[in-house]
């Protein structure tokens, strides 16, 4: 799928992403289904639940592979549509069902801040976030294959982060609702950064948060070279991820969508399935391809002002005002 263009013109200069609001959280309205997002905030996690969580874009399927390999000891890993809806479930789009029948730990996905987050002291969390800028330009190209949805220019889209109209809100409210609890025993607190620089480092931490004989498996040099190949960046984006090419579902129809939809592998020859860049770049820094000056301005005085008296007050530090555009 080509990558959209930043100089595309709308008709509108006020294009808005379609949301529907829960319990006063925006949701992208393409595959949202009110019911099932209830039932996962009302949902109450066991000690045998772990919940891989981050805002859009920050590394969670990532992070579900690097999960599944620990988890599975270095092993050939399953399609990104079956690592997503049936063995970690995505639970705004399966709902809580999805993790009866999964095997101890049971492991989910999700992108709800914290005070949306179903919450047990015994249940564990991963949390991972990722530097701001980097974050709302891959968040834009994903928003560009999502069904159904209007292709904004990146300036339309980078004024609808700085508002945290898209799906999940507002970025930084969410990182910081989890930030005041990454040194709870039962979080994992992680950054996109530092997996990328030292990802045999974080793989030993996700190991050690699940228990010492996950952390012993990986001593094994011939596991931990396999679960660092199987979740290596060009690894998963040879495998692809698909998605229905008529996605408009009537609801009862919806849980046997969402099979067919985690059944699919890279060799599918199901045509009503097409191939999307899920798998874009996966690099640090990328934003300065797509900034302008004038747009670092306003993202370093919304950081600022954002992040000001809080404990992420120094976290990240404005940029410098230069671009390669």
Not at 59 to 66: C, P
């Given at each position: 799928m080509t990558e959209p263009s930043k100089d595309v013109k709308n008709n509108s200069e006020d294009e808005k992403y379609p949301l529907v609001t829960v319990r006063g959280l925006f949701f992208p309205e393409f595959f949202l289904s009110p019911e099932i997002v209830e039932g996962l905030m009302d949902y109450k996690p066991t000690k045998d639940d772990t919940f891989i969580v981050t805002y859009p874009k920050c590394?969670?399927?990532?992070?579900?592979?690097?999960v599944w390999e620990v988890l599975h000891k270095g092993a050939a890993p399953p399609s990104p549509n079956q690592i997503m809806f049936q063995h970690i479930p995505f639970l705004e789009f399966t709902g809580v069902?999805?993790?009866?029948?999964?095997?101890?730990?049971?492991?989910?996905?999700?992108?709800?801040?914290?005070?949306?987050?179903?919450?047990?002291?015994?249940?564990k969390y991963i949390y991972i976030v990722r530097n701001p800028w980097d974050c709302c330009v891959s968040y834009y190209y994903h928003h560009s294959m999502e069904p159904g949805m209007p292709q904004l220019t990146f300036d339309q889209y980078f004024k609808l982060f700085i508002k945290g109209e898209l799906g999940w809100g507002d970025f930084f409210d969410h990182v910081l609702s989890w930030f005041s609890h990454r040194n709870d025993p039962n979080v994992l607190f992680l950054t996109y950064e530092e997996m990328k620089k030292d990802t045999r480092k974080v793989v030993l931490q996700i190991a050690k948060f699940f228990g010492e004989s996950y952390y012993k498996d990986l001593q094994d040099e011939e596991i931990m070279n396999n679960c660092l190949k199987h979740s290596d960046f060009k690894f998963l984006k040879q495998m692809g991820m698909f998605f229905p090419k008529n996605p408009n579902a009537e609801a009862g129809e919806m849980k046997e969508t969402l099979q067919i939809i985690g059944e699919v592998d890279r060799n599918t020859t199901d045509e009503t399935f097409r191939e999307v860049p899920f798998f874009r770049k996966g690099v640090i820094g990328d934003w300065r391809n797509h900034f302008s000056q004038e747009q670092i301005k306003i993202f370093n005085a919304h950081l600022m002002n954002k992040l000001k008296n809080t404990e992420m007050e120094n976290f990240w530090k404005p940029v410098e005002e230069e671009t390669e555009l």
């Open positions: 590394g969670t399927t990532w992070t579900q592979f690097l069902d999805a993790i009866k029948n999964l095997p101890k730990p049971r492991v989910m996905k999700t992108h709800l801040p914290f005070n949306f987050q179903p919450y047990s002291p015994s249940a």
